[in-house]
């Protein structure tokens, strides 16, 4: 059937029908009659053509999980173009008449692998899998364009791709074979892939020797078996999409659906006559930002318009002064352009298109930018955009055309954008084109960019500069400046760039600008996005970045030397590393697999697609899909739930909530403690908490329906912040909590010195690539329950979902093949997700299935524990150290969760590798309101031990003691003695030491340091050593046992079970190479399919990284029982095969399974008397790093890396570095890059890639050496093997302590006090890096007011106080209209008028005579009085019913506050001392208040009628109890402001109910004669008095003050 359209030119066509939608997917004609337009690619891909290799990690395009390559004829230059895509992203009626490749379509297991996919899964570039496809089909996409790339290329395809297990080296090295340069590199006889090439005639290709001065060995891959590429050998472009490009690129489009309408007109006329018909449609090219707002922030665009085929807007065009870009050109396709122009004409005149090419490599990822246009840019109008303030410096001229046939040009200069994401362009108008200058021979153009993160990271704040200068008289003419990230809109200070005409061009000058540029560029404390002085420092630094590079280009100003550094950016280089390690000497790898570099055993299936998550199994007859409704505030009571309006959406099923279940079901724990519940009872505890539960018929409607269950709440204070639960004394009770050793108060006062301070760490996201994920699928029979969950713990998610269905453990299975990543944050956190969809499926007798976006996962899984530490060290002159005293705390969150051990573990790890003599170590676990904290690989260990070393550094300053000497003084060696009395056996961290200290050049490299330091004044560099000693156990021994389950069929084959999960670190793998080396057969011939509790039962969780230990001793041992029961067939046939002794055994009829069990010896440790064992043995290892900073800006490059680790006898090397390198760069985002935000009432702010950053490609150490300890077996595990999972991510923390090394060379330059002592937070990101190194510019940047006197935009949780009080506002991005400013003013202006009350105290005195006098005459209308009473009084019960906005709260208190007067000296006292009081205020103290205001207003209304009713009494008398009333709503409201606790943003979702501050106003109606009335005055403000006092007691005083009383204050004042 031919396709019906719209032809929106004129012709009449059947609009009734829209078009047919055609596409090739891997190569076959997909043709759908009934497209929905609000499906994505990757939705369509996955759940209508069931191509599961495609992945959704994140669907925002920021992971790149989801990356498939779409091509396209482009008949103008007759080509076929590849483009890499986000299919999470793009929409599916986007790649109408173009061909979509995924993972599936360019090979297969069963056929043969690509060669991308060989070298990703042979170079041990894929460990948990969930990212592989869409790394690999980023670099095949890449080799469609060029088949021989240079690594820049690989890298900047790469940009828009993260991983988080690998550490992305064995990636690029095994991607650096198709390159030239590699090519070259073989064939003159250097290394292959970071090691050598193989031995020849037993020696090393390099002299026998590698770069550390020692033997090298084998390579982790041999590249010579890789399969050459050949180009002409790839998928066709399908024939029929060429053939037909015209008929189909030609033709206007219509596609609709219930939710959208989507058009594409292939004219400008056809556009702009849809853009007056729908002036609200929504243009879009790439959806990558409307795809995210839809997504995310719930956004509806019923109409769509795509003008990716009209060519006035998709063409560039040249003539001799500018150059003409289409608006739907797409930001690829312009730098190619621009890259082009730029050979061709003088490079003075391209200094725009260079200096946007440049913004360019930092825009996005490689796939946003090849679908983003430019236009889309301008008309989104983001603030802190990376063109617009470059368009706006160069004075870009935009072409705006109307369907009126009017066209106008507009310059994107000060008065384009009107306001946040809000331009000049009118509704019905569209944007045609953007128009950029060259520039002539005296005019200079420059732009930068600080972001949190080099690639793929929107800025912090941008910049773009442009002078015009004089050359004879070297004055600017002219100066254009344009800033992102410093107001609601891209921003251009206009004082600063009139101040620059005719001004020298030199550094007075520059300074003069940016003392103007303070002024132009103001920002209020509390604005959005936090980092104040840090954004307003980078104005100032972007300026002088700019003086020094055009001052060298041009020459008109001499700068010094050491500045030229300044100039120069940071860009990726080609890695370059060696991995070190001994090969086993025990036979043919395939029969004695240990110690060989064996890849993963899926690696082929996960390069492929092939390899199943669990929301790749194919789908169920009649499954259901859920959507958890979850709260939005961090603790309340719950007053209502309504569902009403989500019953309506069509699929809608169910809604379930704790009515649907037993109490006792309800409740469960994953640790000691059943503190947690499925279904939140009452009231919730942190945001993310379960509410309720919506079935539906597909994942879009049940999270539809999600979104529009109402929640009313009323909330209560909550706790956020480690000091916020020490001030409420708010902990989880535990018992061993203490471990002490020796006398420490006796020690310290023997030490020479005894050091004291603080330290935080912050939390981090485990960022797992799969999301919680499970399918829970009913059997039918005696209530089974069949689970496929993404966990690392499928016992104790069978018996939580067996507890919560009323039924025993064996009536539940958790199967569990693989992991998309794990980290610790599925040992726990996946039991809730397993619970919900089991309840449901048992409930709905249904399949049911659910995998959680990523915004849900992060809000609803918890982190890495935060922690603070307070530590007092006493140590000796010669660096000894003496004594620790040590309280730790964590924050927890709102249930215990694992939260004990963790602190546990982090207590025994507070010496990190150091012995300490006398020892007092307090835990101290913090109850908050914030989502359970878990498990994350390193398990507490890397926060103690940081801690440690931060003392550590702190005495080598004090001590002026080289921190290399100081270390390893106190380093422990063989037969020390821990504090918990633990004697250290096979210690080889000296050795390690040692080891790495050579290997790295330390000594070498540290010269290089100080000479690049003393040759630089704007980059530093710095080097640092850190060791590492990891205890291997779990902290319970009864979870230190593992079992397996091994099985041999008649053909010889074998099928393995064990109780370990694999989730990337390679188990699976590890425990098919004991099997084999124990049978003694090829490890083909050994298969692992799952793990699952109805073959291995009461596992332990794969964590504690002894999933290799327990489970590999298990299976080894039933591999010897099996073994023994074979030893007579072997005897009677010792010449035959295995294969034979199979046969025979069957015959014989012996048993060919065994269970094999394992239980780690001698461990258990009591706290009490600091006796036991904590753990089996130790992993150790040194790491050292070498960084460069950038002082102006922050930003920073690790430039080396060499690590040592001891694994004793490495199971699989590759694997092992692998783990190592993956851990690593795990921990350097613990350290330096990743920042989890919060608000001050508990709300995640960083949600997603977006907001929240882990490293990419572009950030690990430009050369990485890993080197195994040689010669260092363990006896305590399976072949003399180590744990390794975690023990190496600490040693990230040399990269921590290299900056702050860097830190101190700049701040020794600048002469700063105390230069080598201060504090650096972890982790250490730009905004932390720039402002330690202080310098004349941070100087310029006024301090921020005392923290308390403004509402912080967020904190970070467990490094910076809170103040709950304060309301995060997400409704607006930059807060109130004004970027945040219009609040701050008030604040200004609110403080400055309260104390002016105060100053005006006495004068108010004097004046009140006459303000009784103007009382009198208004009650003497006591009628209208009362008439307005009555009026007041409805009017508050209507506010009470009604949303406040900020503004009238704050308008209100100003007036408050002028009008009262105080009457008395006596209360200025009182007042002050109210002021300065710190006891606080129960939340029932402030409810009780606030019902009393209603008894308050109804007895003036009494008052007023009796006065009416009795013209003798006092009026003057009344007036003082109004006086009284109008002294306690000043009373309390300058308590509050004392505080700092002014709440800004008003809860708009609670009604106050009165306030009343006078008991005897409740209780008794005034009396009617005048000196009982004087008696009730009395007693009145005797009341006043008592109230104020217990409003001092209670809690809610001290940093919280709601709204609600204050707004009722206000109203009694009327």
Request: glycine fraction near 6%; include cysteine.
């Amino acid at each position: 059937m031919a396709p019906n359209y719209h032809d929106l030119n004129g012709t009449t066509v059947d609009d009734s029908n829209p078009s047919r939608f055609v596409c090739f997917v891997n190569g076959v004609l997909v043709e759908d009659d009934a497209l929905q337009p609000e499906w994505t690619l990757l939705s369509y891909l996955r759940k209508k053509l069931r191509l599961c290799g495609t992945k959704l990690g994140c669907g925002e395009g920021g992971c790149g999980a989801c990356t498939v390559m779409v091509s396209f004829y482009d008949a103008p230059n007759e080509v076929i173009k590849h483009i890499s895509v986000n299919a999470c992203l793009a929409p599916i009626a986007s790649v109408y008449g173009m061909a979509v490749t995924t993972i599936e379509g360019i090979g297969s297991t069963r056929g043969k692998l690509h060669a991308v996919q060989e070298r990703m899964a042979n170079a041990h570039g894929s460990q948990c899998g969930f990212c592989t496809p869409g790394i690999v089909m980023s670099m095949y996409t890449l080799l469609r364009n060029k088949p021989k790339p240079e690594m820049a290329d690989i890298e900047t395809y790469f940009q828009g791709n993260l991983c988080r297990c690998t550490g992305y080296r064995p990636i690029l090295e095994g991607f650096e074979t198709f390159t030239d340069s590699w090519a070259q590199t073989t064939s003159s006889g250097s290394n292959s892939n970071g090691g050598c090439s193989g031995p020849k005639n037993g020696v090393c290709c390099q002299q026998g020797t590698d770069s550390f001065g020692e033997e090298s060995s084998s390579p982790l891959f041999d590249a010579a078996k890789f399969k050459l590429y050949d180009p002409t050998q790839e998928i066709i472009f399908p024939p029929y999409l060429k053939l037909h490009h015209e008929e189909l690129f030609n033709r206007s489009l219509t596609f609709q659906s219930p939710e959208m309408s989507w058009f594409r007109p292939n004219s400008l006329k056809a556009l702009l006559k849809l853009k007056d018909q729908f002036p609200d449609a929504k243009i879009v090219n790439g959806n990558t930002e409307l795809g995210v707002e839809m997504k995310f922030k719930n956004c509806k665009y019923p109409v769509m318009i795509q003008p990716s085929h009209v060519s006035e807007l998709t063409n560039i065009t040249m003539d001799v002064n500018s150059i003409k870009i289409g608006a739907a050109v797409t930001l690829s396709a312009m730098e190619d352009f621009f890259l082009k122009v730029m050979c061709e004409r003088p490079k003075h005149e391209t200094q725009i298109l260079f200096q946007m090419v440049e913004m360019l490599r930092w825009f996005a990822g490689k796939q946003i930018r090849n679908v983003s246009a430019i236009g889309g840019n301008v008309m989104t109008g983001s603030p802190i955009s990376d063109l617009n303030q470059i368009l706006m410096a160069a004075g870009a001229k935009l072409e705006l055309a109307s369907q009126s046939g009017s066209t106008r040009i507009v310059t994107m200069d000060q008065h384009f954008f009107t306001g946040y994401r809000k331009n000049v362009v009118e509704p019905t108008e569209l944007l045609v084109s953007i128009s950029l200058p060259f520039l002539a021979a005296n005019q200079y153009f420059t732009a930068y960019k600080q972001a949190r993160r080099r690639d793929d990271d929107i800025a912090i704040v941008n910049s773009a500069f442009f002078f015009d200068l004089d050359p004879k008289e070297r004055t600017i003419n002219e100066a254009r400046m344009a800033f992102g990230g410093m107001a609601p809109t891209t921003t251009m200070p206009l004082r600063s760039m009139d101040l620059c005409r005719g001004m020298p061009w030199d550094k007075t000058t520059i300074e003069k600008i940016s003392d103007q540029l303070l002024e132009d560029l103001p920002l209020p404390p509390g604005v959005p996005g936090a980092m104040v002085r840090f954004r307003r420092s980078l104005t100032l630094s972007f300026l002088m970045k700019a003086f020094l590079e055009i001052s060298q280009s041009s020459g008109y100003a001499p700068i010094d030397p050491r500045e030229v550094s300044a100039i120069d950016r940071f860009h990726a280089k080609p890695i370059k590393g060696h991995q070190f390690f001994e090969i086993s000497q025990n036979g043919s790898e395939i029969t004695n697999p240990v110690g060989n570099p064996l890849k993963h055993k899926s690696a082929d299936k996960q390069a492929t697609g092939e390899a199943i998550y669990v929301d790749d199994m194919p789908y169920s007859e009649n499954e259901c899909y859920i959507s958890f409704v979850l709260s939005t505030k961090a603790h309340a009571n719950i007053l209502m739930i309504d569902s009403s309006k989500a019953q309506n959406v069509p699929g809608y099923l169910d809604f379930f909530t704790v009515k649907d279940i037993l109490p006792e079901r309800n409740e469960y724990g994953v640790a000691i403690r059943r503190d947690e519940v499925l279904f939140a009872v009452n009231k919730v505890e942190t945001i993310g908490q379960v509410i309720g539960i919506i079935a539906a018929e597909t994942q879009e409607a049940a999270q539809k329906a999600a979104k529009l269950v109402r929640v009313d709440y009323e909330e209560l204070k909550p706790i956020v912040t480690i000091e916020e639960a020490i001030a409420a004394n708010s902990f989880h009770p535990w018992a061993n909590n203490t471990i002490a050793k020796g006398d420490v108060e006796v020690a310290f006062k023997e030490c020479d010195h005894v050091l004291e301070g603080q330290m935080r760490t912050g939390a981090q996201e485990h960022f797992y690539l799969e999301t919680q994920a499970c399918i829970a699928v009913p059997i039918g029979e005696d209530g089974e329950m069949h689970l496929y969950s993404s966990s690392q713990n499928p016992t104790e998610t069978q018996e939580c979902v067996a507890e919560a269905l009323g039924v025993d453990m064996n009536k539940v299975v958790c199967h569990v093949r693989r992991l998309g990543g794990g980290f610790g944050g599925k040992e726990t956190r996946c039991v809730p997700i397993a619970l919900g969809c089991a309840f449901v499926a048992q409930k709905m007798r249904r399949p049911t299935r659910v995998m959680l976006d990523r915004d849900e996962d992060m809000v609803m899984s918890g982190h890495r524990h935060p922690f603070l530490a307070k530590y007092k060290v006493g140590f000796n002159n010669d660096g000894t150290i003496k004594a620790l005293d040590l309280d730790l705390y964590n924050n927890a969150g709102y249930t215990m969760d694992l939260s004990f051990s963790v602190m546990e573990r982090a207590m025994f790890h507070s010496d990190n590798s150091y012995r300490i003599e006398n020892v007092h170590i307090r835990g101290h676990v913090c109850k908050t309101n914030v989502q359970s904290n878990t498990a994350f690989r390193g398990f507490g260990g890397p926060q103690g031990m940081m801690i440690v070393e931060n003392w550590m550094d702190q005495m080598a300053v004090k001590l002026k003691m080289d921190p290399v000497q100081l270390r390893f003084k106190n380093l422990y060696a063989e037969r020390d003695v821990t504090y918990f009395n633990t004697i250290l056996q096979h210690c080889t961290l000296q050795r390690c030491w040692q080891e790495c200290q050579e290997k790295s050049h330390f000594q070498e490299q540290r010269q290089e340091v100080d000479h690049f330091n003393q040759a630089n004044r704007w980059k530093k560099q710095g080097i640092y050593m850190v060791p590492v000693k990891f205890g291997i156990a779990f902290a319970s021994p009864h979870m230190n046992q593992g079992g397996a389950l091994v099985q041999i069929y008649r053909d010889g084959s074998v099928l393995i079970t064990h109780g370990g999960t694999e989730m990337g670190q390679g188990l699976h793998t590890k425990m098919i190479q004991v099997a084999s080396q124990v049978f003694q057969i090829a490890h083909d011939k050994i298969h692992l399919s799952e793990t699952s509790t109805d073959k291995v039962p009461n596992t332990s969780p794969t964590a504690a990284s002894v999933g290799s230990d327990i489970n590999g001793m298990a299976i080894f041992n039933a591999c010897h029982t099996l073994l023994k029961r074979l030893d007579g067939i072997k005897k009677k046939n010792p010449s035959g095969s295995w294969d034979d002794w199979i046969k025979a055994a069957y015959f014989e009829r012996i048993s060919l399974s065994a269970v094999g069990f394992y239980a780690t010896p001698d461990l258990g440790y009591n706290f009490q008397t600091n006796t036991g064992k904590p753990f089996h043995y130790y992993t150790y290892g040194v790491g050292c790093s070498r960084v460069e900073i950038d002082c102006l800006t922050g930003d920073h490059n690790v430039l080396r890396t060499d690590i040592v680790m001891d694994l004793g006898e490495s199971m699989n090397p590759a694997i092992d570095i692998g783990q190592i390198e993956g851990a690593f760069v795990q921990g350097y985002g613990l350290f330096v890059m990743e920042q989890l935000i919060h608000s001050a009432d508990g709300n995640l702010l960083t949600r997603g890639p977006g907001a929240y950053k882990i490293p990419g490609f572009g950030d690990i150490p430009k050369e990485f050496n890993v080197s195994l300890l040689r010669g260092a077996p363990n006896p305590r595990a399976v072949f003399s093997s180590k744990a390794v999972g975690e023990p190496p991510l600490f040693l990230a923390s040399s990269v921590f302590f290299a900056i702050k090394e860097a830190v101190r060379a700049a701040r020794l330059e600048n002469q700063i006090e105390n230069a080598h002592d201060f504090d650096l937070p972890a982790p250490v990101t730009s905004e932390r890096i720039r402002m330690a190194c202080e310098d004349n510019i941070t100087s310029k940047v006024p301090k921020l007011p005392p923290q308390g006197t403004f509402k912080p935009w967020g904190i970070q949780v467990g490094c910076e106080q809170a103040l709950s009080s304060l309301r995060l506002m997400l409704s607006h991005p930059f807060g109130l209209p004004g970027g945040g400013c219009f609040e701050a003013n008030v604040i200004i202006r609110l403080h400055s008028v309260m104390h002016k009350e105060q100053e005006r105290l006495k004068k108010s005195l004097m004046k009140y005579n006459n303000f009784v006098k103007e009382k009198q005459q208004k009650v003497q209308d006591g009628d209208r009085i009362f008439q307005e009473e009555i009026q007041f009084q409805g009017t508050i019960q209507k506010q009470l019913e009604e949303k406040r906005l900020l503004c009238e709260h704050l308008e209100k208190a100003m007036d408050l506050i002028k009008l009262a007067v105080e009457k008395r000296e006596i209360f200025k006292n009182y007042l002050q001392s109210v002021v300065d009081s710190e006891a606080s205020t129960r939340n029932s103290s402030r409810q009780n208040a606030l019902q009393d205001a209603l008894y308050q207003i109804q007895a003036k209304k009494e008052s007023k009628q009796r006065i009416l009713d009795n013209q003798e009494k006092s009026q003057v008398e009344k007036e003082l109890q109004v006086a009284n009333i109008r002294l306690s709503v000043l009373t309390l409201w300058q308590y509050v402001n004392s505080k700092k606790v002014v709440h800004l943003a008003s809860d708009q979702k609670r009604c106050p109910k009165g306030a009343n501050f006078s008991a005897s106003a409740k209780k008794n109606r005034p009396p009617n004669d005048l000196e009982s009335q004087l008696e009730a005055v009395k007693a009145h403000i005797e009341d006043l008095q008592v109230v104020i006092a217990r409003v001092k007691r209670s809690e809610e005083a001290q940093g919280y003050m709601s709204p609600l009383v204050t707004n009722s204050e206000l109203r009694l004042d009327y």
